[in-house]
């Protein structure tokens, strides 16, 4: 990142000597422009490889690492672990099936491109365990996904190369990430893990390319290295929203650049100002665009109505094919059967159940559901008190009393006949805020079931006069107490099967979105369709609308308290190999996949972290004391690339401690990547200046203790064949549930 500079400090002798080093350095580098930097072999073979030695290794480094993820990858031909959930959705696009998920679009994008490649038709199910029939080429799929794990070795090589290591400082780094089995296991199966790895790799490397060409800017190549950095965002941030901790690395090297030209008066303040519309353009515009891209393409391609259809305004809903609601009436009725969409970000559908509150009235639970479902049905019926032949005539078939702003109604359950009733009982949750229940039948009730319909706008007819399916927003106000029916997005406890809770809000607030409604189907035989292209959707409220749902059901995915999930784990428990988790079935006959790091890879890294943390406070305190240790030059490339991929550590693991979600063994590696860089980059720096013999005797080691360990449990990336008591001499630690039926 930005030096941090010695400026406007007295010199002493000693630092004087330093001042003439960095002179020298600079004449140094001057020059090397027009010497030759490298005396090459007068043997032609020879001294081809030494020009293209990078290449060259590149080139080995990625058909090693291709080898390694395409071996033995059929060799279970059931679903394995998330393959459940990824497939599936892969399958969804290849149908056109709109669904829903946390994560944002592309990587599960790209999986169904690997099926389309595979000649998969999109009709299996992926259920978990279940074994792949003859047409679903799994392998392809595999392979596709595969392909980006490999991709991250040579990548991981580029980048060591890129922050000045020496080749075996740089080969080391790619060793690293090739032989670390859980980064190996990761990437042989249909999940999202491998894309988001190897643009989180390609995010780092384009950004160190991009510090190089500093003294370049706005020559071609610093364009294309800046534009491709916000290319590599966009990517890993529309794969997974983990992305966003990639985005703040650049983000923090991007603000302590500009801060750092801010200071340098000799920066004409057009070329300062150029340099943020270049980083706008770069790391702002172009991320956007390919975030927002990949929504466009998840709309156009998911045009069919799906399972995920609940999470979508009501609008959007219309707009998809098969979906009934084009034949909603177009204006509300008395004795009309309904749905009522929440019209807050994230809202759901107004539901409720035979279950009831275990306290306050213990009355019939209402709540918000994400799911379509008939106990989501309500009745619009005559308000209670009022007289009942003002809103219906059963002797006359074409009577009609359409509802309109301020009228009153009562609500009734259809599936259990109970009335939408709310009374100054405290919310299970919200207990502010008074409690919503449904309460008697058609006779039994009172004034506490009449509701007020606050008519708030309509997207498509623009006037309040009479409340329309779909394009209608409007509050639903108690007409005893006067607060409004809510739906914020807080979730209950289990006995509320975690859906949302709904309340009536004595505060009034009538700017709230959580607090208004709409119409989402409609059915009343006496009247008809609405005509043809009577609902509009518009992209950008979509693509809002399903963000929002995407975050708040991220958020939902919180530990369950009342069970044991044995592949769940904190991340007090990762960088030190404290777990693995279990991808399939463990029984004699399955092949079996354990996730597990390779240890000494792993141990490495998270010691690379605390020396690099030690190394920089003693630094900083002996520059205190005006003792030097390093030049400018090598302060300056130490702290740049050493802060940076602490960084990068840092902001991908330590947000997990404060998340309220639950996590596993897996959200650990994009950190982790940043730390095993960390472990060559700290051998360089510490050997540059002890002998050959020395160095050597530093790195070979190194390089024998990640290649055994990695072979020696290797099977766990591979497949466990057999019984799984044939393999206890894995177990290195007894937190592993590997043999053993629980962790301890």
């Known amino acids: 990142m930005a030096t941090m500079k010695r400026r406007h400090i007295s010199l002493s002798e000693k630092q004087a000597e330093y001042v003439m080093e960095d002179q020298q350095d600079a004449l140094k580098q001057k020059t090397q422009k027009y010497q030759p930097a490298v005396v090459y072999s007068s043997n032609k073979n020879i001294a081809f490889l030494q020009k293209n030695q990078h290449t060259i290794i590149t080139i080995v480094l990625t058909l090693i690492s291709f080898w390694t993820r395409f071996r033995k990858i059929t060799l279970s031909n059931a679903v394995v672990w998330d393959e459940a959930h990824f497939g599936k959705f892969g399958s969804h696009y290849l149908n056109h099936d709109f669904y829903f998920d946390v994560h944002p679009p592309l990587g599960k994008i790209l999986v169904g491109l690997s099926g389309w490649i595979g000649g998969y038709n999109g009709s299996f199910n992926f259920d978990s365990g279940a074994t792949y029939p003859e047409d679903v080429n799994y392998a392809c799929m595999r392979i596709f996904n595969a392909f980006f794990g490999a991709m991250m070795v040579p990548v991981a090589y580029l980048t060591a190369v890129q922050l000045k290591m020496s080749l075996k400082a740089s080969i080391l780094a790619a060793t690293m990430v090739l032989l670390d089995n859980a980064y190996l296991t990761i990437s042989r199966f249909i999940l999202l893990d491998s894309m988001l790895l190897f643009f989180t790799c390609t995010s780092l490397y384009t950004l160190t390319t991009f510090h190089n060409l500093r003294n370049q800017s706005f020559s071609p190549e610093w364009w294309t290295w800046l534009c491709l950095t916000g290319v590599s965002l966009g990517c890993v941030l529309s794969v997974k929203w983990v992305g966003l901790f990639a985005v703040a690395v650049v983000g923090v090297y991007t603000i302590e650049d500009l801060w750092e030209m801010w200071g340098d008066l000799q920066i004409p303040k057009k070329t300062y100002i150029q340099h943020w519309i270049a980083r706008i353009i770069g790391l702002i515009v ?381 959200h650990y590696f994009p950190a982790l990547y940043f730390s095993i860089i960390m472990v060559p980059f700290l051998m360089d720096h510490f050997t540059r200046n002890s002998s050959k013999l020395v160095q050597y005797a530093v790195f070979v080691p190194v390089y024998l203790a990640v290649i055994a360990t990695f072979i020696h449990f290797a099977p766990v990336s591979f497949g466990l064949e057999g019984p799984i008591s044939n393999y206890s001499s894995l177990v290195w630690r007894k937190s592993w549930n590997l043999v053993q039926e629980h962790n301890t």
Not at 327 to 356: C, M, R, W
Request: charged residues 20%; glycine residues 6%.
């Open 286 to 666: 172009i991320p956007a665009v390919i975030y927002l891209t990949s929504f466009v393409l998840h709309f156009a391609l998911l045009y069919k109505s799906g399972p995920g259809d609940a999470q979508m305004s009501s609008l959007f809903q219309a707009n998809l094919e098969g979906n009934s609601m084009t034949e909603n009436p177009l204006e509300i009725a008395y004795d009309s059967k309904l749905t009522f969409k929440n019209a807050g970000y994230g809202g759901g559908l107004l539901h409720s159940h035979v279950q009831t509150y275990p306290e306050g009235s213990k009355q019939q639970q209402v709540t918000c559901y994400h799911h379509k479902d008939d106990n989501n049905h309500w009745t619009i019926r005559p308000p209670r008190t009022y007289d009942s032949s003002l809103y219906e005539n059963p002797e006359d078939e074409s009577f009609i009393r359409f509802v309109k702003d301020g009228d009153i109604i009562r609500l009734q359950h259809t599936s259990t006949g109970r009335n939408l009733h709310s009374h100054p009982v405290a919310a299970p949750v919200t207990t502010g805020q008074w409690e919503v229940s449904c309460y008697g039948n058609e006779t039994v009730g009172d004034v506490q079931d009449n509701w007020k319909v606050e008519i708030v706008d309509d997207f498509v007819y623009h006037d309040k006069e009479r409340v329309r399916s779909l394009t209608t927003r409007f509050r639903l106000r108690h007409e005893k107490m006067g607060c409004l029916l809510t739906a914020d997005n807080g979730v209950l406890p289990q006995w509320g099967f975690k859906q949302t809770e709904v309340y009536c809000d004595k505060n009034n607030n009538t700017d709230d979105p959580h607090a208004m409604w709409n119409v989402e189907q409609h059915w009343n035989e006496k009247l008809p369709a609405a005509p043809a292209n009577a609902y509009k959707s518009h992209f950008l409220r979509d693509f809002l609308t399903l963000n929002i749902a995407m975050w708040t059901s991220n958020n939902a995915l919180t530990p369950d308290p009342d069970k044991y999930d044995i592949l769940s784990s904190g991340p007090s428990e990762w960088p030190f190999v404290s777990v693995g988790l279990r991808m399939c079935g463990w029984g004699d006959n399955d092949v079996k996949y354990y996730l597990l790091g390779n240890p000494i890879v792993w141990w490495l890294s998270i010691t690379s972290i605390f020396v690099f943390v030690g190394a920089t406070a003693f630094y900083l305190i002996r520059m205190q004391r005006k003792i030097y240790d390093l030049s400018n030059a090598q302060w300056d490339h130490f702290f740049y690339a050493g802060k940076t991929l602490f960084l990068g550590w840092f902001f991908h693991y330590i947000p997990f401690f404060i998340m309220g979600r639950v996590t596993y063994l897996h």
